[in-house]
T-cell receptor, first 111, second 114 residues
Framework: DAGITQSPRHKVTETGTPVTLRCHQT?????MYWYRQDPGHGLRLIHY???????DKGEVSDGYSVSRSKTEDFLLTLESATSSQTSVYFC??????????FGPGTRLTVL | GDSVTQMEGPVTLSEEAFLTINCTYT??????LFWYVQYPGEGLQLLLK?????DKGSNKGFEATYRKETTSFHLEKGSVQVSDSAVYFC?????????????FGKGTKLSVIP
């Protein structure tokens, strides 16, 4: 299995609070991704990174920001969590058009 | 934009039955195609992939053939087992799209009963 970890694995928070999710890889892949998974929607891209300090938006980026200060770490921040951001968040890593490898996911509940 | 359509679930089969999960796509370029599987409580794992027309991906008894003429990548297995119960996602990446993001179908939940 690709070396990807996510933390925390579960989090419950309240509306309006900031939340940061962390993705850590040991594979030295260039590309890192944050997806969210919701029933009836499959997985949708939030943000991605193509190198240290190089990030861009995906299709559902509103309300989220990201940072990548090191190759191995990709942070997803919800500046002010809302109930619509209750979801399961997956980090993935890859090299261009090849296979992407997924982390175990973080289940976030916003009350 | 690119999109993937896969058959709605849930699908319930008896053990040793034949499985087909249909997947069709639209893409602006020449995509690579993937099937991912998600077991309960876990992340997604690559099941198989194909990168050009007429390629057949296979793994663990599952197969899918890249059909450019019908823009399809149907997943098949000749004899399913209880351990195959999971959610299956069809997905594509279009090279040259910059982000190399995966575009997913909505997933098909498969339940196999003894």
């Amino acid at each position: 299995d690709a070396g990807i970890t996510q933390s925390p694995r579960h989090k419950v928070t309240e509306t309006g609070t900031p939340v940061t999710l962390r993705c850590h890889q040991t594979e030295n892949h260039r590309y890192m991704y944050w997806y969210r998974q919701d029933p009836g929607h499959g997985l949708r891209l939030i943000h991605y990174s193509y190198g240290v300090k190089d990030t861009d938006k995906g299709e559902v980026s509103d309300g989220y920001s990201v940072s990548r200060s090191k190759t191995e770490d990709f942070l997803l921040t919800l500046e002010s969590a809302t109930s619509s951001q209750t979801s399961v968040y997956f980090c993935a890593i890859g090299e261009g058009a090849g296979t992407q490898y997924f982390g175990p996911g973080t289940r976030l509940t916003v009350l | 934009g690119d999109s993937v359509t896969q058959m709605e679930g849930p699908v319930t089969l008896s053990e040793e039955a034949f499985l087909t999960i249909n997947c069709t796509y639209t893409a602006t370029g020449y995509p690579s195609l993937f099937w991912y599987v998600q077991y309960p409580g876990e992340g997604l794992q690559l099941l198989l992939k194909a990168t050009k027309a007429d390629d057949k991906g296979s793994n663990k008894g599952f197969e899918a053939t890249y059909r450019k003429e019908t823009t399809s990548f149907h997943l098949e297995k000749g004899s399913v087992q209880v351990s195959d119960s999971a959610v299956y996602f069809c997905a594509l990446i279009t090279p040259g799209a910059g982000s190399y993001q995966l575009t997913f179908g909505k997933g098909t939940k498969l339940s196999v009963i003894p």
